[in-house]
């Protein structure tokens, strides 16, 4: 019990040794959520999302998921994927607001992002390169994780802080890190799962170890404010 409470305590001053903990322990037991159907917070966000130049997106297709819907497919598995079924996007911050008229909520979100200091401090980010090092399981989600952010990247972060509060959004607290969701899973047969989840771990397992020994760069093109982006097209943003 001791030992427990020692974890628990040094987790919550280290999260992303925590986050990377509870990803471990994923992989481990096999026990994979399901998604169900799109999150219902998906178009309320006031959000801000890095999108990444067209050879980026090219690079992340080639490493990461092509190699994982082939995995998918071999085991019957389907997933709701980066760059196929939702636009490639690292997001450095969001809020949520209490306001539930869409059209005034819309407005509200309008004033954060026309605020002067946080896009002054957005005009350094394109052409920032992100390295992202990580194959991680978070909250049923496989997201392609940076765990050193650019100067730049982190004052854009603080400024839609400030901003957000500002204006009554609440932001979510994040920790030093910026994320691709890359993919969730929404089936799996039901026949010989407890096998499927095994093999899928082993192969999650060698593409971590793939991609965190040869991270992969990707350049930003331009951020993208709006709360709908896991709704709309790449050639919308």
Known sequence: MA???????????HPLAARDYFGRKTLDSGEFKIMEGPDSRWDKACSTSCVFDEA?????????TNKLEAIADELGIKLFM?????PVHATPHYGFHAETD???RDAIFKQVYADPNFKKSTEAIPGKTITFKYLRIHNGILTLDATELAPELEKVRSEFDRASREHGVSPISRDN????SIAQITDV????????FSKFKGELIKLRHEISSSPIEMKVEHLWNG??????????L
């Open 3 to 13: 030992d427990e409470g020692f974890r628990q305590r040094w987790m919550g001053r």
């Open 56 to 64: 980026s997106e090219a690079l992340l297709k080639e490493r990461v």
């Open 82 to 86: 980066s760059g196929r079924d939702y």
């Open 102 to 104: 869409k059209a005034k």
């Open 177 to 180: 890190i910026i994320h691709i």
């Open 189 to 196: 047969p039901e026949e010989d799962r407890a096998e499927i």
């Open 227 to 236: 709360s709908d982006i896991m709704y709309r097209q790449r050639a919308e």
